[in-house]
Structure formats: structure tokens, C-alpha cells
């Protein structure tokens, strides 16, 4: 019997047949000859010939298992003369969906051009032979590869179950492959695979790039903060100071500031330092919380539009307008600088996470997350605490959105996550406030866990209501942002009076523990990264050390002229109060002048220093030198005659109400007081060496008791000159716009600042 080998598979059964034949005797060897031969007839009935035309509307697609997962090996990253990962797998398919064995596929890996426009083909394909896809079985393919080089074309014939595959080999471009698998006898049935050859340093440039832009990202916020408070500082501080009990003004406030400095964190802390002050209440701040919530959407809106191909041109932009010479422009143009930051460093992100995209445990990990939503969440609250920025944690899912890397379902929990996490740094400036500070602190992280709980299991409805807001998946993640901080905002508006019991049932006051050490009250650290606010507190911290320092002169005249030892400690000890202000306010100034800021601003803050050391200074004045009179005094039972008494005293009362009048100069920022007390510098002056001559004309009239007290009553009047000089200081940085007198560029005492 002769059956024609119409293979190679078929040849290599015929001679297994022939070699069996040579081991047996003859008609055994014939037995087994037909049997060998009947059975390669049946196969060859059963299988077309190579090369054979695919029934008509024959389809190729991408390979699928049986649960319908992808495992075509599309979308590989692949380093430089190494192998993919895994096999670029087709599947053919008849017109009812059936699989066509036998079918002839060419996979072709499709031409590049280089510099000079010249075609190559970058890497090479090898031909495999796939195992049969059992029903349940992993998405995988078991396969085994045909005998060669790798080529720039193979051909493949489909297994039982339709699949054919190839191997792909790298070549030594870095750059994107394209793939053909066509039907041989119908080319133009054609699917495309996509590779991305990497560097083989990926790894480095993916961390490079990520953490070199998320740094460019965040300075960019900062600058962006810096700028927009520089633009706006005193409107800023006036919104504050019009804060109130009603509630909708309060969540407009809250609104208005976290829009002008661009960070929901940042008002918080605002909130919570302004509270252990407290020149707020808890029931004012919860209202503001709400508000910088929505605030803080602003900047999510803002960088959600597509501008990192123009990020470059806005960083010029803003450094030309901070060039303007006039100062009022600066601000803003570091607001724009700030912003162009943003989305470059958004871009270099983009871009060191493209590799990414067709990573295998990369699309592993975002599947994991997509079907995970809680672990999500927990994640992005995390590193949302870690930078202390929700809107760097939203720019990244931003980033990711803009690479394809993310659906919207995904970019929901990091959403939740974000706004959880924002209150870690609220929560760590409560860390030795008084209890009203610290229920601020925790009003906010009640508000953002309680509005994650209440949406949390609506995520599917609530992706369904964003999608219809925008079809652009980068805009419907900054509108799911809005819509989540402006929903949790409606709800608990009306139950801020409850949530205002609860907390104080929740954070109760301990008594006696928030008594009374003498401290600073006003100046507080997590206020220094926002200097128009800090600079405002430090005013009211000097107006506070001013006043205690007016109380002590005023004391003092009591203290000498009725020789009175208990009014003198008292004195004594409220220069204690003063020397720490003094540390306070100078260290916290020194601080402050570290940040950025304007120039008026820094000017300022010199000045503010200025006006510290004379306010110290009266009080040495005061606590050593004249009640160092008054202990003489009360010591040596001495008295001044009745004349000199008078005239000292009125001298004394004097300069008491200009000290008054100065510190209320500085409080209010009144110039034309101000003006009067350094006019009246002149006038004492004159008055001190006429109260000098009056004394040498008692003495030289011998009378008794100014013998007796010459010395002291000479030391009293140039004391009180000193204290003068010190008090027309304090006026005259008022005069000058609080910028320091006498420095050349800036307008001298008395004059017009420029």
C-alpha cells in the first residue's frame, strides 16, 4: 500500500513505519506499514495543505483565552537584543466564529527609516508551534519553538484551535515596532502588534523622571501659592478678618482664601493656628473647612487642560512679567512661573511613565486596582499624607489619565484618597495646641472620612454621573474632584451647629491643663510658609509686647513717686513677659525671613525686627535703670523737692502718652499720628535741658532734698530721654511705611515713601 507523504510530517511517519519494518520479520512489517499508513491517511484527510485557501470571510484577530482576556502580546516593552516577554499570538476565526486549523499566517515585522530616510528593519521573528487552549486554563500559552534564526518574516500554520504565534527578538533601536499578522492567502486580513524597545536603563530614567518631575510639580505649587498671596496679600488678610458666625459667609471665605493661595492644607492650618490663638471660635472655622475643600478644586480644574507642549513658553511668561520693574506685577508673574513648573513637571512624568504603559505587572497592578478600590484609596491617602498635597496627588492621576495608563474608575479612589489624606497636615499642627485647635483639626478629617464613607459605595452610579460631564478622562477626574468637595460641603453645611456638639463631646477641655504660662499668643509656626498672614500676626504679637511694656512704664511712675517696693517687682516682673516676646518674636522673624517673599514684605520684616529691639530696649530701660532710681529710693528714704517732682512727673507723663500714642500709630497704621510723636522729639528734647537747667538753679539755691537726690534725678531725666528716643524710633518706621529709617534708597524719617 503507498500513501504519498504530502509533509514533512507525513515523511517522517513513513519512515518511522519503514524503520519499524527493518526490526520484524516481513509480514509482520506489512501489518504494521498499513496500519502506520491508514492512520497518516485519516490525518492528512482531516488537515488541509499548507498553504491552503482560508474559507471565505475568514477572520485573524488578536489571541484570546477563554474567559476573553488578551494574550496576543500586544503592547510589549522589550529591551535591546533580548526577547519579548512573551509570544505575539493571532487566532483565526471562520464566519460563525468557529476556528480554522491549518491556515497559513506570516507575521512580518514592518520596516523603520532612520535619520536619512533609509529603511531597516529593527529585530527579527522566530516561528512557534502552540499547544491546544483547554477550556479553564490559564491565559498563557505553552509553546515551543520552530528550528531558526530570527527573520524578518515567518510563516505559521493555525493549531486545532485556530492560534498561530511568533517571537519577536529585539533589535538595537530604542524605539516603537509594528508588528503584521496577515493571512498568506489573503494579505490584506491583517492584524498589527505594537512594541516599545526600551532603554535598558528604563528603570533609572522611570525614577528620574518621576521623582525629578513630581519635585518640579510641587515647587511649582509653592511658587504658585507664593505668587498668587504676594498679588493678593492684603486682600487675604482682609477676608480673614471679616470672618463671622454665618455660615454661608464662612464657606466663602473658606472658598476665596484657599482660591488665593491654592491649598485647601494650608487654610487649614491657617484655621487651626488662628484657633489656638483664638481669634476664632470652632463654630467660625468649621464653615471655612468646607470652603477650602472647594477652593482647592480650582487648581485641579486648572491643570486638568492639556498644556505640557506649552509648559516652557508659560515659564517665560512668568519670568518676564516678575521682570516688569513695577513691584505689584511680581507676584503674578511667579504665579505664572509657579504653574508653568506645573505642567512641565507633569510632562517629564508623562513621559518617564510611557514605558509603563505596555508593562505587563504594571497593567497586572492597574487591573488589581481597578477591582480593589478600597486598597486604592488607602494608597493614595498614604501618599497623600507623605507630600501633604491632595492636588500633587490628583496632578499625578491627571498625568496618568493623559498617558492612557488609568480609567476614570480607577482615578475615583485616588480621588477619596487624596482628599482623606490632606488632612495629615492639619492633624500635625494640632501637636501642642489647645484643645479648640485641636478640634478644628479633627472637624476636618470628621468632614473628609464621613464624605468618603457616603460615596465610597456609589462609585459605580457616581462614575456614570461624571462621564456625562466631560467626554476628556483627564477634565472628568478634575470634575469628580468639584463634584466631591462641593457635595460634601452641601451636606454638612447644615449640621455644623451638631458636628460643633459632637466635637466638643469628642475633644473635651481638661482643666487646669491650659493655664497660664506666659507665651507668645499670636506668632505661630504653621503660619510662616504664608508671610502676609505671619507678618499680620507678628504686628498683633509687637502691639501685645508694646502693650505690656506701656504698662510697665506707667507703674513705674507709680513706683517712684510713692516709693512703692510692691509696684517695683511688679514692674520687675513684667520685663520677664517682655524678654520673651522679645525670643519669640525675633526668632520667629528670623524664620520668616527665609521664605519667599516680596521685597516689601522683606522689608518689612526688618523693620518689624527694628521695632522689636526698641520695644525691648524701653523695657530695660525701665525695669533696670528706673526702678534701679526707685530702689534707691525706697532704700535711702529719699524725696525729691516738691519743684523737681513736678517737673520730672509731667516729663514722665509726657513721654508715657507718646509712648501710648506711638503704639497705637503702629496698630492702626496711622502715619499722621505717627507724625506727631516724631515732631515731638524736638520739643522733649528742648523740654529735657530745661528741666536740666531748673535742677542747677535748685542746686545752686541750696535746697535740701535736691542735694540730696541730684544724681538720681539727673539719671531719671536721661533715662526718660532714652526712652524717648527709643519711643519717636517705634513712630517713625509707621512715617516710613515700615521700611527702616535712614538706610540709603529708602525715604528718611518724616519724608514721603516713594
Known amino acids: 500500500m503507498f500513501v504519498p507523504a504530502r509533509s514533512s510530517f507525513g515523511r517522517k511517519l513513513c519512515n518511522m513505519a519503514r524503520l519499524s519494518c527493518l526490526r520484524v520479520d516481513r509480514p509482520a512489517a506489512l501489518r504494521v506499514e498499513g496500519l502506520f499508513a491508514a492512520l497518516l491517511a485519516a490525518l492528512l484527510v482531516l488537515a488541509p495543505p499548507a498553504g491552503a485557501a482560508p474559507p471565505a470571510g475568514a477572520k485573524i484577530f488578536h489571541a484570546a483565552d477563554t474567559l476573553g482576556r488578551d494574550i496576543s502580546g500586544n503592547g510589549q516593552t522589550v529591551k535591546p537584543l533580548t526577547a519579548a516577554g512573551k509570544p505575539l499570538l493571532v487566532q483565526v476565526l471562520d464566519r460563525d466564529g468557529a476556528p480554522l486549523a491549518g491556515v497559513t499566517v506570516r507575521f512580518t515585522v514592518e520596516p523603520a527609516y532612520d535619520e536619512k530616510g533609509e529603511p531597516f528593519v529593527n529585530g527579527g521573528l522566530v516561528g512557534l508551534v502552540t499547544s491546544q487552549v483547554r477550556a479553564g486554563e490559564a491565559r498563557e500559552f505553552i509553546h515551543q519553538r520552530e528550528a531558526g534564526e530570527p527573520a524578518p518574516s515567518v510563516i505559521v500554520r493555525t493549531d486545532a484551535q485556530g492560534y498561530a504565534g511568533a517571537q519577536y527578538y529585539a533589535g538595537r533601536h ?21 512594541l516599545s524597545i526600551i532603554n535598558p536603563r528604563w528603570g533609572l ?59 485647601s492644607s494650608a487654610t487649614t492650618v491657617m484655621v487651626v493656628s488662628f484657633t489656638n490663638a483664638g481669634l476664632m471660635s470652632l463654630g467660625q472655622t468649621l464653615a471655612i473647612i468646607l470652603g477650602a475643600g472647594v477652593g482647592t478644586t480650582l487648581t485641579v480644574q486648572i491643570i486638568a487642560f492639556s498644556l505640557k ?158 462621564t456625562l460631564t466631560s467626554s476628556d478622562l483627564p477634565r472628568q477626574i478634575a470634575n469628580a474632584h468639584t463634584i466631591f468637595n462641593v457635595a460634601a460641603a452641601l ?21 487646669g491643663i491650659e493655664a497660664q504660662t506666659w507665651a507668645p499668643k499670636y506668632i ?88 522689636v529691639h526698641h520695644l525691648e530696649t524701653i523695657g530695660d530701660l525701665i525695669s533696670k535703670n528706673l526702678m534701679e532710681t526707685a530702689e534707691k529710693l525706697i532704700q535711702q528714704n529719699l524725696k525729691f523737692s516738691d519743684e523737681g517732682f513736678q517737673q520730672w512727673r509731667q516729663f514722665y507723663e509726657t513721654n508715657v502718652a507718646l509712648l501710648d500714642k506711638a503704639l497705637a500709630a503702629f496698630a492702626t ?86
Not at 451636606?491 to 482643666?511: G, H, S
Open 491 to 511: 451636606i454638612f453645611l447644615p449640621l455644623l451647629i451638631p458636628a460643633e456638639r459632637f466635637l466638643r463631646r469628642l475633644v473635651p477641655d481638661k482643666p
Open 309 to 466: 507642549e506649552y509648559s516652557l513658553l508659560i515659564v517665560f511668561l512668568g519670568f518676564l512679567i516678575a521682570s516688569l520693574p513695577r513691584r505689584r506685577y511680581r507676584g503674578v508673574g511667579r504665579s505664572v512661573l509657579g504653574f508653568g513648573l506645573i505642567f512641565f513637571g507633569m510632562s517629564l512624568m508623562g513621559n518617564a511613565m510611557d514605558p509603563l504603559r505596555d508593562h505587563p505587572l504594571f497593567r497586572d497592578v492597574l487591573l488589581a486596582g481597578s477591582e480593589r478600590p478600597v486598597l486604592v484609596l488607602l494608597a493614595a491617602t498614604i501618599f497623600t499624607g507623605v507630600i501633604q498635597s491632595s492636588a500633587a496627588t490628583i496632578g499625578i492621576a491627571l498625568t496618568f489619565a493623559f498617558q492612557g495608563l488609568i480609567d476614570l474608575r480607577t482615578a475615583i479612589p485616588v480621588i477619596l484618597g487624596a482628599n482623606i489624606g490632606t488632612c495629615a497636615t492639619a492633624f500635625l499642627a494640632t501637636i501642642g495646641t489647645r484643645r479648640e485647635a485641636q478640634r478644628v483639626a479633627y472637624a476636618h478629617i470628621l468632614f473628609k472620612i464621613l464624605a468618603v464613607l457616603i460615596f465610597l459605595p456609589f462609585i459605580g452610579p457616581f462614575t456614570g454621573l461624571v
Open 174 to 194: 530604542v524605539e516603537s515596532v509594528a508588528v503584521a499578522a496577515a493571512l498568506e492567502a489573503a494579505p490584506r486580513t491583517v492584524v498589527h502588534f505594537h
Open 524 to 611: 505661630d509656626d504653621r503660619i510662616l510658609e504664608t508671610p502676609v498672614l505671619a507678618l499680620a500676626q507678628v504686628t498683633r504679637e509687637i502691639s501685645r509686647m508694646g502693650d505690656t511694656v506701656l504698662g510697665m512704664l506707667r507703674e513705674g511712675l507709680y513706683a517712684i513717686q510713692d516709693r512703692d517696693e510692691a509696684r517695683r517687682q511688679k514692674v520687675i516682673a513684667r520685663d520677664d513677659k517682655v524678654d520673651v516676646l522679645d525670643t519669640a518674636l525675633r526668632r520667629f522673624l528670623t524664620r520668616l525671613s527665609r521664605e519667599e517673599m516680596g521685597d516689601d514684605q522683606a522689608a518689612k520684616v526688618a523693620s518689624l525686627l527694628f521695632m
Open 205 to 263: 530614567l522611570l525614577w528620574s523622571g518621576l521623582l525629578g518631575g513630581l519635585a518640579l510639580f510641587l515647587y511649582g505649587m509653592r511658587m504658585t501659592s507664593t505668587g498668587l498671596e504676594q498679588a493678593a496679600g492684603h486682600r487675604l488678610r482682609g477676608v480673614l478678618g471679616r470672618v463671622t458666625d454665618n455660615r454661608l459667609l464662612g464657606l466663602l471665605t473658606g472658598i476665596v482664601v484657599t482660591a488665593l493661595i491654592q491649598s
Open 669 to 754: 497704621n496711622d502715619r499722621h499720628m505717627a507724625e506727631e510723636v516724631v515732631n515731638a522729639k524736638e520739643t522733649m528734647s528742648a523740654r529735657a535741658r530745661e528741666l536740666h537747667f531748673r535742677h542747677l538753679a535748685r542746686l545752686s539755691r541750696g535746697i535740701p532734698e535736691t542735694e540730696l537726690t541730684s544724681e538720681l534725678h539727673i539719671h531719671l531725666i536721661a533715662d526718660l530721654r532714652r526712652i524717648l528716643s527709643n519711643t519717636v524710633s517705634l513712630a517713625a518706621a509707621v512715617v516710613n511705611e515700615y521700611r527702616i529709617p535712614d538706610l540709603p534708597g529708602l525715604p528718611r524719617t518724616g519724608e514721603p515713601a516713594r
